[in-house]
């Protein structure tokens, strides 16, 4: 009976007429980035499989935030953002995925892509290297990011399922090698050449199988479906600030005693991750702890790198809200004049619940 009112639901979904995307809805829950091609878009049925999951996600009081460039799809459909374009291939992806997610922020990424590297014949037999490069550039920019790698959909075009079948028998492997934070998910066996609209694209039907495959997967990693405000002790992450879409820096790039810490575009590199430990440390490049400088305690005193020495001014305690508290100053870590712009510096002032002291861990 349940499955019989969520299918009425998601069919009268459908029938709703099409509404102009919202940009950037949020009904304040886990950023979820749909990433991939047109059956990320949603070609035949604008939306595709995100309006089954998003409505799999409410009915299981799930609050989540769809996050991307993109956006369509039906009234029905509760949040349209999305990160899919029709026609793209793994490479374009790969060339835009850092500055996606510099903008969107995300805490989980779906991606089903290389549909189009098989239909365009696209150097297909390295197609997996290229989807391999494009994981460990998701995880270079998101350390902590949940990521779920789908095995791609079939074809009913038989030479094309061929390569497709051996293209998706290479990817447990691939992902295998990611950590623990990267999942693979068989959305191969989910569909039949059945659920297909047009040979390629599912149908209605074929979506809601994806959807309810998604929703499995995201089930299965609890942690998937959580904001993550803390840094778990021993994880690196990386610190954005999401007023500025711009991540906290070591401006020497290397470690170097007494170089300030301030804002710069998001990039993934060494200067730019933070390992929290469980002394409430956060440590850098180089080994180097995040430090108040001078042990001072005055609003305006600048956030540098220096060596590690165990003091109360290396220490830093996390708030639910983003917030980062120092242990010795009790003052936030805090962008200059609530600055956006590369080069901003960083220091500690009063916690005040603005935006220039809000970070966002990834």
């Given at each position: 009976m349940r499955r019989l009112a969520a299918l009425i639901l998601f069919l009268g979904a459908l029938c709703l007429p099409s509404a102009a995307a919202q940009a950037a809805e949020s009904n304040g829950g886990v950023r979820v980035m749909p990433l991939g091609d047109s059956i990320t878009d949603g070609y035949?049925?604008?939306?595709?499989?995100?309006?089954?999951?998003?409505?799999?996600?409410?009915?299981?009081?799930?609050l989540t935030d769809f996050v991307g460039s993109g956006s369509n799809g039906p009234a029905g459909l509760g949040d349209h953002d999305h990160e899919g374009h029709s026609g793209w291939r793994i490479d374009q992806l790969d060339a835009n995925i850092v500055g996606w997610?510099?903008?969107?922020?995300?805490?989980?990424?779906?991606?089903?892509?290389?549909?189009?590297?098989?239909?365009q014949n696209h150097d297909v037999a390295n197609a997996p290297a290229r989807l391999s490069a494009l994981i460990d550039k998701i995880r270079a920019n998101a350390p902590q990011v949940q990521l779920f790698v789908?095995?791609?959909?079939?074809?009913?075009?038989?030479?094309?399922?061929?390569?497709?079948?051996?293209?998706?028998?290479?990817?447990?492997?691939?992902?295998?090698?990611?950590?623990?934070?990267?999942?693979?998910?068989?959305?191969?066996?989910?569909?039949?050449?059945?659920?297909?609209?047009?040979?390629?694209?599912?149908?209605?039907?074929?979506?809601?199988?994806?959807?309810?495959?998604?929703?499995?997967?995201?089930?299965?990693?609890?942690?998937?479906?959580?904001t993550?405000?803390?840094?778990?002790?021993?994880?690196?992450?990386?610190?954005?600030?999401?007023?500025?879409?711009?991540?906290?820096?070591?401006?020497?790039?290397?470690?170097?005693?007494?170089?300030?810490?301030?804002?710069?575009?998001?990039?993934?590199?060494?200067?730019?991750?933070?390992?929290?430990?469980?002394?409430?440390?956060?440590?850098g490049a180089g080994g180097k702890c995040l430090d108040v400088y001078g042990n001072g305690t005055a609003n305006g005193t600048r956030v540098t790198v220096w060596t590690c020495h165990g003091g109360a001014n290396q220490r830093f305690t996390f708030g639910a809200s983003g917030t980062i508290t120092g242990v010795a100053s009790g003052k936030c870590v805090d962008v200059n004049a609530g600055g956006t712009t590369n080069g901003t510096k960083v220091q500690i002032w009063d916690c005040n619940r603005t935006g220039a002291q809000v970070w966002s861990a990834r």
């Open positions: 035949n049925v604008p939306g595709g499989y995100r309006i089954g999951l998003w409505q799999r996600l409410a009915g299981n009081g799930t997610i510099r903008q969107a922020d995300p805490r989980t990424v779906l991606l089903h892509i290389g549909t189009n590297d098989i239909g789908a095995q791609i959909t079939p074809t009913a075009n038989a030479a094309n399922e061929q390569k497709t079948q051996t293209f998706n028998a290479a990817l447990p492997g691939i992902v295998a090698q990611k950590g623990p934070l990267t999942h693979l998910v068989d959305m191969h066996s989910a569909l039949t050449t059945a659920d297909l609209a047009d040979g390629l694209h599912p149908n209605a039907g074929g979506y809601d199988k994806m959807a309810a495959r998604w929703f499995a997967a995201l089930q299965s990693v609890p942690g998937s479906l959580a993550l405000t803390t840094p778990p002790v021993g994880g690196t992450v990386v610190l954005s600030n999401p007023q500025s879409r711009r991540c906290l820096d070591d401006s020497s790039g290397n470690g170097t005693d007494g170089a300030t810490v301030h804002l710069w575009d998001c990039h993934g590199g060494a200067n730019q991750k933070w390992t929290r430990t469980a002394a409430g440390e956060l440590r």
